[in-house]
């Protein structure tokens, strides 16, 4: 039975640059990977945490290059990408998870899997304690009118890219300067700032992989 459940590799990258892990993605997704056979396509989650980022989608729009030297000069990095979503933070005390899989070892559809994702991460904060995470009409998760986690995916031929970030102990003031992603009159929060007490990274990737595995009926292996 469990022989027929995705097998998922987990790869924890631990802290690095934004592009750094935009590379270690692109290495996994493509290189010695045939998206043609698909049982044999090997499907990883990295866990990781980015040096501080400031990132935008492909619907954010009017972001200026005044606008990009100004989040830099705060000691940021900034960069533009291919996910779906709008300008967020990525920073030490964060999760960000990239959830790598072919989805028809799954099932071949990105509204379930964003859906997926969604659960997942609920999942993990009621582990957490926190019982009344939950989805909104506005993208990621959320405590009440603050969000504790962005999701921004991108898919193609079926290939999962991009993920989440769930902040943990993230310095929330970076978040300041920007309209996290671009929903007026909401602010952030965090597993530390939720629960009272200072969470690590490390203890909700416990959660969150114990979550994963059930959400995604799959097998982990590191």
């Known amino acids: 039975m469990s022989a027929s459940r995705p097998l998922v590799t987990v790869v924890r990258a631990g802290r690095h640059t934004y592009a750094a892990g935009l590379q270690l993605q692109t290495n996994l997704a ?3 990977q045939n998206l043609d056979e698909i049982e044999k396509f090997r499907n990883y989650l990295v866990l990781q945490e980015h040096d501080p980022v400031y990132t935008i989608g492909l619907r954010t729009k009017g972001y200026t290059e005044a606008d990009e030297e100004r989040l830099r000069k705060l000691g940021a990095d900034f960069h533009r990408t291919d996910r779906g979503g709008l300008i967020t933070f990525h920073g030490p005390g964060q999760l960000v998870a990239y959830p790598i899989l072919h989805l028809r070892q799954f099932k071949p559809s990105m509204r379930w899997y964003v859906g997926t994702l969604e659960r997942l991460v609920i999942d993990t904060c009621r582990q957490m304690g ?5 989805t909104t009409q506005d ?22 890219t991009h993920g989440i970030g769930l902040n943990c102990c993230t310095d929330l003031k970076w978040f ?3 309209v996290p992603c671009g929903i007026e009159g909401k602010g952030v929060t965090s597993l530390s700032q939720e629960l009272g007490r200072h969470v690590e990274i490390q203890e909700a990737s416990r959660a969150f992989l114990k979550s994963f595995a ?9």
């Open 214 to 222: 059930n959400v995604f009926d799959c097998r982990l292996e590191e």
């Open 139 to 160: 993208t990621g998760i959320w405590v009440g009118n603050q969000k504790i986690c962005a999701i921004g995916v991108h898919g193609s031929r079926y290939v999962t």
């Open 130 to 134: 926190i019982q009344n995470a939950a």
């Open 30 to 32: 493509k290189s010695n």
């Open 176 to 178: 300041e300067h920007i």
